[in-house]
């Protein structure tokens, strides 16, 4: 099972970016699949996933109202529109896919990050 996560990159404030996160390899009867972030010296924190299931959805405070997650319900898949971007949005962007069957058995992948940069 692999995870690959695509996007990310330098904009200006005000831009966009398109962070993308597919997983192949297996097919699970639910998951979530969403992204962290983390700058130097702080720790990781949420800033959107989605439930494949149920389509709840989850953004931080920071991402509300400028990012939006959606998910392809043929197969894992995620992407994650960020706009208006801002300077303190910087930093490594982790996708992350949680993944489990109803009988039993969980699977959970990392990203191995991807940069984003906010900057004029």
Same mark, same amino acid.
């Not at 959805?57 to 801002?86: H, V």
């Given at each position: 099972?692999?995870?690959?996560?695509?996007?990310? $990159?330098?904009?200006?404030?005000?831009?966009?970016?398109?962070?993308?996160?597919?997983?192949?390899? %297996?097919?699970?009867?639910?998951? %979530?699949? $969403?992204?962290?972030?983390?700058?130097?010296?702080?720790?990781?924190?949420?800033?959107?996933?989605?439930?494949?299931?149920? $389509?709840?959805?989850?953004?931080?405070?920071?991402?509300?109202?400028?990012?939006?997650?959606?998910?392809?319900?043929?197969?894992?898949?995620?992407?994650?529109?960020?706009?208006?971007?801002?300077?303190?949005?910087? %930093?490594?962007?982790?996708?992350?896919?949680?993944?489990?069957?109803?009988?039993?058995? %969980?699977?959970?992948?990392?990203?191995? $990050?991807?940069?984003?940069?906010?900057?004029?």
């Amino acid at each position: 099972v692999q995870l690959q996560a695509s996007g990310g $990159g330098l904009v200006q404030p005000g831009g966009s970016l398109r962070l993308s996160c597919v997983v192949s390899g %297996a097919t699970f009867d639910d998951y %979530a699949i $969403g992204w962290f972030r983390q700058v130097p010296g702080k720790e990781r924190e949420g800033v959107s996933y989605i439930y494949h299931r149920y $389509g709840s959805i989850y953004y931080s405070d920071s991402a509300k109202g400028r990012f939006s997650i959606s998910s392809d319900n043929a197969k894992e898949t995620a992407s994650l529109q960020m706009n208006s971007l801002k300077p303190e949005d910087t %930093a490594v962007y982790y996708c992350n896919a949680y993944l489990w069957n109803v009988l039993g058995g %969980a699977l959970d992948l990392w990203g191995s $990050g991807t940069q984003v940069t906010v900057s004029s």
